[in-house]
């Protein structure tokens, strides 16, 4: 019971933070998506376990386009619609932000996208499923999933570092926070006087710099807080 009063009270501290919040990012990982039923991505055959050992991700059982986006990925949507969301940073390959209807302008895939193509000459993104290999500028068209030992694509990580340095309020989504440059991003907010909240099940590196922290499921915290903002802001349903 006391537990649960005290994820009431740390979900309207959100809601009242997002309200008052003037450049709000927020920061993706692998657990907002297991919670649509991906497999767990730090498991023994999990993506990122297999990345991190340079190989592939494992064929799955059902196609990613059967995956759908969940009330966590809605959440963030809705904080767009409302004009709050300035830029999502995110981890995951699995184009549910895109999915879920996030603006592509302000989402930076930091590990790439696997419905997505990459042009090696002039770095436009084409999907997969169109079939082509070849880009309109005569470029070949890779991947767009950064590999282990890759670097990261360019303009997407000086966005990501540009607006965390603009952010006001950064909120952290199912990340463990544990792999640079990544992990710099939230401290880079930090220093410049943001508010740091990390909803994540798990321990982070950066658990005593936050400012708020739930260690909840995620579809437990974010549609919440969105609802309460939506109040705050004088919407209604
Ligand atoms: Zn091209």
């Known amino acids: 019971m006391a537990m ?14 997002l309200y008052e919040s003037r450049h709000l990012v927020v920061f993706t990982g692998a657990g907002i998506s297991t919670e ?51 830029f ?11 999915k879920s209807g996030i603006s592509p302008d302000l989402l930076a895939e930091l590990h ?14 084409v999907d997969r499923s169109d079939g082509r290999t070849i880009c309109g500028c005569g ?4 991947s767009s999933v950064v590999d282990f030992g ?5 303009k997407d990580l000086g966005l990501s570092f540009e607006h965390s340095r603009r ?25 410049s006087g943001a508010k740091l909240v990390i909803i994540n099940r798990g321990e982070t590196p950066l658990d ?10 995620i579809g437990d915290v974010l549609p919440r807080a969105v609802k309460r903002l939506r109040r705050l802001m004088g919407l209604f349903e």
């Open 4 to 17: 649960k009063e005290d994820l009431e009270k740390r979900i309207h501290t959100l809601a009242e933070w």
């Open 36 to 86: 649509s039923g991906l497999p767990d991505f730090r498991g023994p055959e999990g993506i990122w376990t297999r990345r991190d050992k340079g190989l592939p991700p494992k064929p799955m059982s059902r196609s990613w386009d059967s995956v759908e986006p969940n009330s966590g990925h809605i959440a963030i949507v809705d904080l767009q619609e409302m004009g709050k969301l300035k």
């Open 88 to 98: 999502l940073i995110s981890q995951n390959v699995d184009n549910l932000h895109l």
């Open 112 to 125: 790439g996208n696997m419905t997505k193509l990459r042009c090696t000459r002039c770095g436009k993104k």
């Open 139 to 142: 470029g070949k068209l890779v």
């Open 150 to 154: 890759e670097p990261l694509p360019e």
């Open 167 to 191: 952010s006001d309020l950064f909120v952290v989504v199912g990340s463990s926070l544990v792999v640079t440059p990544v992990s710099d991003m939230p401290l880079e907010a930090l220093r």
């Open 208 to 217: 005593h710099h936050g400012s708020l922290r739930f260690n909840e499921k």
